[in-house]
Every structure is written in structure tokens, then in C-alpha cells.
């Protein structure tokens, strides 16, 4: 299976600004999510990560807020822009490949939190 | 739309009881179903999956579920329960309508008792 390597793995940050959390897997994938897990809660997308375009975004969740690359198959990147406490959260990226591997292999999380 | 619901947020087992984790599922196509554990402060590990093939599954620390499409469920069983169990386990169903999309279920963290 991919190796899912999510930087940073934690941060403290001041409501109004920004924070770019990263996802390089070690093999190229055909497909990559962002998640949020809020606290004590499930997880829920917030997109899909398309390679050469833009990313598919869920219901309730905007480019403006949550903007994401996808330069080549085996990185992206999730922004978190104008934060607010609500944000805090873990967020985390996922990636699948063939049907017998889809979906299973999650990166260890970003728990960021807005102060 | 797919969606998953597991009853009970919280469920309590003596050590060396059985565990049994509910998971139900809709799904307008044939789901990929998993079960997923997490740790305090750790990330999801894959317990198991069923894609396609052999409807009981077996998985990681000998957890197993059952694929019951007549019932939609999902449900995951541990013939006896250990103390290292006891973590937040998460059903999820994944579809192919045009896009593969994973859905969670809301959790159900389990308690073990010595």
C-alpha cells in the first residue's frame, strides 16, 4: 500500500490568516481526498483532489475557504484560508489507486488549531 | 446517495467478551465497505474491506465483519475482547457514481473492562 507522508502534523494558529498542509505519497495514485475530522466527531470530505484540474468539491465546503492542488499524482496540497476558531480540526489526506486498493490508506492527520 | 449509520456511539465489553460493532449502509450501486480503527490522537488504520469476492472478511487483530447485502449491513465481530482494543472504530462505504467517494459513519467507541 502508499505511504502517506502530511506535513505539518500539528500547528497553532491565529484566527484571520492562512495554512497550507501538504500530502506527498511515495507512488504515484489516481486519486487523493482531504478530510476533516472535527473534534470528537467522524470524518467528513471535503474534496477530491483532481491531477490537472480543479478539485471536486462536497456540499458545504468552497474553493475560496479550502483551496487545493494537485500538481502531479503523488502530491497535494489542502489551504485552510482565513481561519477561524471553527477550523480547528484534524484534517487529513487519503489516496486510492485500482479498485482493490481504493480508499484504505489515510495520512497521519494535521490537527490544527485556531486560537 | 450513499450514506452509513452505526448504532451506538459507545459500546462496553468485558475483556475476553465478544465484540460486535454495528454498521448498516444505502447504497444505490455495490458499496466497497471498511471498517477503520483510531487510536487516541493517531491517524485511521485499515481493519478490512470487502470490494468484491468472499462476503466474510477477515482483517487486522482478529477483527472480522460480514457483508449481508439482503440487510445492508456491515457489522464487525472480535470473538474476545482485549484491552488494546479500545479505540474508535469507524464503518465507511465507498461508490463509484461517476467519482469514488468514501462516506463514515459517525463512529463507535468501544470500551473494554478488565
Known amino acids: 500500500s502508499a505511504v502517506i507522508s502530511q506535513k505539518p502534523s500539528r500547528d497553532i494558529c491565529q484566527r484571520g490568516t492562512s495554512l497550507t498542509i501538504q500530502c506527498q505519497v511515495d507512488?504515484?495514485?489516481?486519486?487523493m481526498f482531504w478530510y476533516r475530522q472535527q473534534p470528537g466527531q467522524s470524518l467528513t470530505l471535503i474534496a477530491t483532489?483532481?491531477?490537472?484540474?480543479?478539485?471536486?468539491?462536497e456540499s458545504g465546503f468552497v474553493i475560496d475557504k479550502f483551496p487545493i492542488s494537485r500538481p502531479n499524482l503523488t502530491f497535494s496540497t489542502l489551504t485552510v484560508s482565513n481561519m477561524s476558531p471553527e477550523d480547528s480540526s484534524i484534517y487529513l489526506c487519503?489516496?486510492?489507486?485500482?479498485?482493490?486498493?481504493?480508499?484504505?490508506?489515510f495520512g497521519s492527520g494535521t490537527r490544527l488549531t485556531v486560537v | 446517495a450513499q450514506s452509513v449509520t452505526q448504532l451506538g456511539s459507545h459500546v462496553s465489553v468485558s475483556e475476553g467478551a465478544l465484540v460486535l460493532l454495528r454498521c448498516n449502509y444505502s447504497s444505490s450501486v455495490p458499496p466497497y465497505l471498511f471498517w477503520y480503527v483510531q487510536y487516541p490522537n493517531q491517524g485511521l488504520q485499515l481493519l478490512l474491506k470487502y470490494t468484491t469476492g468472499a462476503t466474510l472478511v477477515k482483517g487486522i487483530n482478529g477483527f472480522e465483519a460480514e457483508f449481508k447485502k439482503s440487510e445492508t449491513s456491515f457489522h464487525l465481530t472480535k470473538p474476545s475482547a482485549h484491552m488494546s482494543d479500545a479505540a474508535e472504530y469507524f464503518c465507511a462505504v465507498t461508490q463509484n457514481t461517476g467519482g469514488f467517494k468514501t462516506i463514515f459513519g459517525a463512529g463507535t467507541r468501544l470500551f473494554v473492562k478488565a
Open positions: 507512488s504515484q495514485v489516481t486519486m
Open positions: 487519503s489516496v486510492g489507486g485500482d479498485l482493490s486498493n481504493y480508499g484504505y490508506t
Open positions: 483532489a483532481n491531477q490537472g484540474s480543479e478539485a471536486t468539491y
